[in-house]
């Protein structure tokens, strides 16, 4: 398994919909925040729980550009989907979409994050363990 690329499927929620019956867009963000999570998890050991509460370190975003392409309705499948773009000293760029399960993309994002610590909230190098699971699926 690729630690570059990481899909999930969802079932979008009736908690997730305005009244119109479709995807409430600030949602997206709550499913791609949800997605990192699982994806950290399956990263290093102690996961995104781990990472944020014991070794206090933090991973807010810093650049966020959305694209919505087609509407999600209550109970569609979809695909869920991140992808590594860019890993620097200091942040990580992600792609992440959603699709429907056809392959029809409904909303794409790009989204860069800044590795931090919770004790100073400034900007630090991307933890060790972080970055040498990044960067060990990187072709030589």
Request: hydrophobic share 40%.
């Amino acid at each position: 398994m690729s630690l570059l690329k990481f899909t999930r499927p969802h079932r979008i929620l009736f908690s997730e919909c305005d009244p119109a019956g479709i995807v409430f867009y600030p949602q997206y963000f709550i499913m791609f925040n949800n997605l990192l999570e699982h994806w950290v998890d399956q990263l290093i050991p102690q996961g995104f729980a781990g990472y944020i509460l014991e070794q206090r370190f933090g991973l807010p975003t810093v650049y966020l550009e959305a694209e919505f392409k087609a509407i999600s309705r209550m109970g569609d499948d979809v695909e869920l989907q991140l992808q590594v773009e860019r890993i620097g000293g200091k942040s990580i760029t992600l792609h992440q979409t959603c699709t429907s399960v056809s392959g029809e993309l409904r909303m794409q994002v790009t989204q860069t994050f800044v590795t931090t610590s919770l004790e100073t909230h400034q900007a630090i190098a991307i933890p060790d363990e972080l970055y040498h699971a990044l960067t060990q699926q990187q072709p030589v």
